[in-house]
């Protein structure tokens, strides 16, 4: 068995331990007698086996902060890129708001829980709501990850550790949300003080993750055309706390002859079975159209994104990933669902209906499997639109 196998093993059984309901301190002290440093790489690669030996990635979250803590303090520091120095730069956004968000918990809102328990001063209390509204905000920040971080880490076969995170940022946003519930009159003290804990301990935690583990890994494999995707994107979401960053223009490598641009292409046409039309035109009409498309190919990968609407917000750095990994492991079973009953030919199309809570606007959401004239699978059609305004519709518009 080489090295880096029994090393593997080692920390395998360590998590296999914890997993089985071990304590912290005897996990702690069998690292101690293996290991003097760890690299994260080893530690998500060992967490990678155990989903990949059947542990469900929604229960390896809720072992994730005792994982983080047995290896604290022994995991290699690793020189950063320079670029992460920079202001506007993605990471160095996050490490702004990381900032931000740590004094804030801190700072502001346990240091007023404390005195609030001590004194019932209702002032007190409300800036105690107002802080749990700010940190409300880290959906931001978190949604910004899952949406253009996670599809770096999935490119380059780094799977376990966005499973786990997804997991923790949504149990975070829960806490939040069942927090602020709580600082309602009238206050039950001691589950306020249970929820505020707790959730204050979930987002440092979290910090640690990010600029430990997260970024670092990120670092070995993220080119300089997915950190520039990634600031592209930032704006489709926001930011947590802080004010837009500067902005930050990489030096993109130029694109190689093999590109076709088309620009160049108005005079390519297809035809189609009633008329034709050039690239150009095609290309308009698909970004005209008041839908968010996105084309699923027949492997499952991520191959498109257009349409006239803005829904949900989407990464370039998707395209080419399997679309299982764009979703938490809370709704991936129902897209498998979809997918597999897809490529089955039991159904064609599936549609939804709803008002998602952060967009605010009644969402329908149609999935058509895409097929040709021999029945043969091509992929997948999904069309999102906001209805809000068409149901709103009433009598009859005849005139301009």
């Given amino acids: 068995m080489t090295l880096e196998k029994e090393r593997q093993e080692a920390i395998l059984k360590i998590l296999h331990y914890i997993q089985n309901g071990g304590d912290f301190q005897t996990a702690r002290k069998m690292f101690k007698d293996s290991f003097d440093k760890v690299d994260v790489s080893e530690i998500t690669e060992a967490e990678r086996t155990l989903i990949a030996q059947g542990l469900d990635p929604r229960d390896i979250q809720y072992l994730c902060n005792v994982h983080a803590d047995v290896f604290k303090g022994n995991i290699e520091e690793k020189v950063e890129s320079k670029a992460f120095k920079t202001p506007g730069h993605p990471v160095h956004t996050i490490k702004l708001e990381n900032m931000v968000i740590s004094s804030l918990i801190d700072d502001y809102l346990l240091p007023n829980l404390q005195e609030w328990e001590q004194t019932n001063n209702e002032k007190t209390l409300i800036k105690i709501q107002k802080a749990l509204n700010d940190l409300e905000t880290i959906d931001r920040h978190y949604t910004r990850k899952e949406v253009s971080i996670f599809p770096i880490m999935n490119k380059y076969g780094i799977t376990a550790p966005p499973q786990v995170m997804w997991g923790v940022d949504d149990k975070i946003r829960s806490l939040i949300h069942a927090s602020q519930k709580a600082a309602e009159i009238p206050v039950d003290k001691d589950k306020l003080h249970k929820l505020i804990t707790e959730v204050s301990h979930e987002v440092l935690e979290m910090i640690f993750k990010e600029e430990k583990i997260m970024i670092p890994m990120i670092d070995e494999v993220a080119s300089v055309e997915d950190w520039a995707n ?131 606007k009644m969402l329908y959401l149609r999935y058509y499997a895409v097929r040709d004239e021999a029945n043969k699978y091509l992929g997948c059609l999904e069309v999102a639109e906001d209805i809000t305004n068409i149901q709103k519709l009433t009598g009859e518009k005849k005139t301009m």
């Fill in 230 to 360: 990634v600031k592209s994107e930032e704006s489709q979401i926001g930011y947590t706390l802080i004010a837009k960053p500067v902005n930050w223009k990489p030096e993109l490598p130029q694109p190689t002859s093999s590109i076709i641009n088309i620009d160049r292409l108005n005079s390519f046409f297809i035809n189609f079975k009633e008329g034709s039309l050039n690239l150009e035109q095609l290309s308009a009409i698909l970004d005209l159209l008041p839908f968010a498309l996105t084309f699923v190919d027949e492997n499952d990968k991520v191959v498109y994104f257009g349409g006239g609407a803005e829904i949900y917000p989407h990464s370039k750095n998707s395209i080419g990933n399997s679309v299982f990994e764009c979703h938490s492991a809370k709704s991936r079973p129902i897209i498998k669902k979809i997918f597999h009953d897809f490529h089955a030919g039991t159904k064609d199309k599936i549609e939804y209906w709803f008002k998602p809570k952060k967009l605010g």
